[in-house]
């Protein structure tokens, strides 16, 4: 594979910019370390020890946590500007000391059959194009999985999320997806519905269908030891559960009690597990999040599954020591198959809690059980871009945050935030204050409503994010060094980042607090809510009420906009091109659009925006590729500056000045 280099576990080795002596890797001076998948602490990594074990931690992680679900042991490496990854594969534990104990070494312990990737630079979107080109890439998908999403554990029966899909309809908040916890199995027996609470699933999905929602399902790994429960016996007859080192079959307690495990190493595992999810998509369910797969176990209290259990793994047997992180991986490919096979019409939708390096090929990452604290929204701004620039583009946290009691005004806040991330949803635990946006009354509901209408108007700036991504791996919610890795005030920029390449991004994480910091990177920058344009580099103090969060904007860089639709099944009457004028830098971007959904015909349009003097000049490119869009295009140019419009000769000093693209 081009630009990606294994390293000989013995003798010395210079790789492009990388010097190593068998799997140590010597460490230039200066040289600073990235990545590493899913993580609390900040950006920045020199200096510390990593580990990679997936574990489903106690409530209320906090930065002194290493570990969490998933494992991408993964490390981005910058050197004067220069980028190069290096990635330690191997499913099992493995522990990375990147120049804490020495200075000079990045060493690595794990077991033999470790294998060291080097991925080529010089910069960082190569080195992740070159490791996704390895792991595997982030799929298309649907357009729906772009709206609001509303989650809760849990919508007790049909009745409640009738009624909950009924309010965002009423209050006219944008919502695309409600979520089914574990409460709408029979005895959190996976795969089933309960008859009491959710007696007709069909008609509920298909009523919700009509109101332009989907439903999406919560499936956990452990399959309940009952004679009478079909998964169970197929299960345990086909010989697909995990077993003790005697041989028995091993089991432990989660939700519904007593489980047996999946050995998803075996692919006729995979295939069965996957054909499970009929269940779920004949009653015309949406997507499948699954859960606990870490795997979670109750006993000893959140604990994982004993290192010598095996996995039989169809003819080639490994204890769990040697798979554990790829656990959650390995269940996640077994839904997107399933879904995949059952609906090949449809891209799958599959979330998922645990994984290993690739997990991006199966499914998305929502970061598990975060707390409604402010401390976890500040966390989740670099915990996303440390995923991001570890190959998981497309990831989440829980909007609001799932432990403990919610405000309105961090619900504000944290929404604030949340429409910026790849996949926005709000979720919370069984006990806690409700937290859906219309929890907290006035005036946190209209500011949620704001927000979310301005994440229905991003929805083909997103996909067109989402497109690139899955083409090239280039993170969607990226940190500021990702595409400006020469300027190392970017590398401690933790609580900002940056939204395709266009959109900066700086939220409050404090209450009561209306300015902060804000670094702009080089380039001319536009105040989203004011059209101020200010140069970068800056540091800067933003006046960010709420309601108007720090967001900016490439100036003369178009961005193509939607109206604010309440879901994305709605047909917008137009597209808009805003172009935010002002310095003297063209820019320039892309729209990709296709059907939303399936694998039919796209097209890709470009905008460019050229400024000479007074005059801003506006062309857009004609439709590569065969898809058309139902609706037409215009262009907005918002900015103080005075400006000629190119076909009038006329002259106007623009506020917002609209006019017919295409
Ligand atoms: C786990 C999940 C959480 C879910 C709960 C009940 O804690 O992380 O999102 O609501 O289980 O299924």
Known sequence: MDGVVRVERAGRQSIGDAEFDGFVKLRPEGERYFACGERTAGLEKTGTRQVFWNVDPPAGHTASFNNLYTSIPFVLCLHEGRAHGVFYDHPGRIELDLAKADPGRVTVEASDDLKVYVLLGPTPAAVLERYTALTGRTPMPPLWALGNQQSRWSYMDA??????????????????????????????????????????????????????????????????????????????????????????????????????????????????????????????????????????????RQSTMPEDVVHPGGGRARTHA????????????????????????????????????????????????????????????????????????????????????????????????????????????????????????????????????????????????????????????????????????????????????????????????????VYLPAGSWAHWWTGEVIEGPAHILAHAPLGQPAVYVRSNTPLPLYPALQHTGEVPDSLTWRVFVGGSASGSSSLYEDAGDGYGPSCRRTAHVERDGELVRFTLSGREGSYVPPYPSLVEFVGHERVEVEETGQALVIERFMKNAD
């Open 322 to 517: 040697e798979v554990h992180n790829a656990y959650g991986s390995l269940m996640a490919e077994a839904a997107r198959g399933g879904l995949a096979r059952l609906r090949p019409d449809a891209r799958p939708f599959v979330i998922s809690r645990a994984g290993y390096a690739g997990l991006q090929q199966h499914a998305l990452q929502w970061t598990g059980d975060n707390s409604s604290w402010w401390e976890h929204l500040w966390m989740s701004m670099p915990q996303l871009q440390n995923l991001g620039l570890s190959g998981i583009a497309w990831s989440g946290v829980d909007v609001g945050g799932f432990f403990g009691d919610c405000d309105g005004e961090l619900l504000a806040r944290w929404t604030e935030f949340g429409i910026f991330q790849p996949f926005c949803r709000n979720h919370s635990a069984m006990g806690t204050a409700r937290q859906e946006p219309w929890a907290f009354g006035e005036p946190w509901e209209s500011l949620c409503r704001a927000m979310l209408e301005l994440r229905m108007q991003l929805v083909p700036y997103l996909y067109t994010a989402f497109e690139e991504c899955h083409r090239t791996g280039a993170p969607i919610l990226r940190p500021l060094l990702f595409d400006h890795p020469d300027d190392p005030v970017t590398y401690t920029a933790d609580d900002e980042f940056l939204l395709g390449s266009s959109i900066l991004v700086a939220p409050i994480t404090r209450p009561g607090i209306e300015h902060r910091y």
């Open 159 to 300: 009745d409640e999320v009738r009624s909950i899909a009924a309010e965002f309809r009423a209050r006219s908040i944008p919502c695309d997806v409600v979520y089914l916890d574990i409460d709408h199995m029979d005895g959190y027996r996976v795969f089933t519905w309960s008859d009491e609470r959710f007696p007709d699933p069909a008609g509920l999905i298909a009523s919700l269908r009509e109101d332009g929602f989907r439903v999406v399902t919560i499936t956990d790994p452990g399959v309940k030891v009952d004679e009478s429960y079909d998964v169970y016996v197929t299960g345990r007859d086909g010989g697909f559960f995990c077993l003790t080192a005697d041989g028995e079959e091993y089991q432990n307690v989660v939700w519904p009690g007593m489980c047996a495990f999946p050995d998803f190493t075996n692919p006729a595992v995979r295939e069965w597990w996957g054909a499970q999810h009929s269940v779920l998509t004949d009653a015309g369910v949406a997507g499948v999040w699954c859960d606990m797969n870490e795997p979670a176990m109750f006993v000893p």
